[in-house]
C-alpha cells in the first residue's frame, strides 16, 4: 500500500512538469495586460483556422475534461474574463448563440497572454488496473489579426496498479482561431 500512495505522489509531482509559462508564439501579438484585458473577450469559432489543425476543437484545449460532441464544427466558444479581479475566465460552449456548456477557469494576466491555471485529470481505463493521469498548461493571446492564439502542452502519466509508471508528453502546440465577434 505504501509504495501505491508512493507511486501516486510521484505521479502528481512528474505531472506538474507541463508548462506553456515561458513559451512564446510564432506569431505576433497584441500587448495584453491589466488595463486592456478585455481584448481577449470574445467568441470564437472551435475549429481550427489552420488547415493542418482542422481536427482540433478550442473547447477541447481550453477545457482539459471536456466531453466530446458530435457537431463540434458547427459550435463557438465565447471568453470571458472576469472584469473585477481577472483571476478567473468563463469559458462558454455556444450552439447557434445559446449556452450548452459552461466552466469556469482560474489563471492571471502575464506577458501578453492569459496563462490558465494547471488542469489535471484521471480516468480509469482498463477496469482499476489501468489509470491515466494527465496534465495541460495552456495560455492565450490576441493576434495583430485578432484572430486567438492558443500555447498548449499536455503531458501524461499511465500506471498500472502494482507496476511502475510510464510516461509520455507532448510537445508545445500552437494554434490559431478566429474570431467571429
Known amino acids: 500500500m505504501k509504495k501505491l500512495i508512493g507511486s501516486i ?5 512528474l505531472t506538474s512538469c507541463s508548462s506553456v509559462k515561458n513559451s512564446i508564439s510564432k506569431n505576433n501579438v497584441k500587448k495584453v495586460s491589466e488595463e486592456n484585458f478585455e481584448l481577449l473577450n470574445g467568441t470564437y469559432k472551435n475549429s481550427s483556422a489552420e ?5 482540433t476543437s478550442l473547447w477541447s484545449v481550453l477545457n482539459y475534461n471536456a466531453k466530446e460532441y458530435d457537431n ?59 489509470w491515466g ?27 498500472i496498479v502494482a507496476f511502475p509508471a510510464f510516461a509520455s508528453g507532448g510537445g508545445l502546440r500552437e494554434y490559431k482561431f478566429d474570431r467571429i465577434e
Open 133 to 159: 493521469i494527465g496534465n495541460s498548461s495552456v495560455k492565450i493571446g490576441i493576434s495583430e489579426k485578432n484572430e486567438l492564439i492558443v500555447l498548449s502542452k499536455t503531458e501524461g502519466i499511465g500506471l
Open 51 to 55: 488547415p493542418n489543425m482542422k481536427f
Open 72 to 130: 463540434w464544427k458547427d459550435l463557438n466558444v465565447k471568453i470571458s474574463i472576469n472584469k473585477i479581479d481577472q483571476k478567473s475566465i468563463i469559458l462558454s460552449l455556444l450552439e447557434n448563440e445559446k449556452i450548452i456548456e459552461e466552466i469556469n477557469i482560474k489563471g492571471e494576466i502575464q506577458d501578453n497572454y492569459y496563462l490558465f491555471k494547471n488542469q489535471k485529470k484521471a480516468k480509469m481505463m482498463v477496469f482499476i488496473l489501468i
Open 9 to 13: 505522489i510521484i505521479i502528481v509531482i
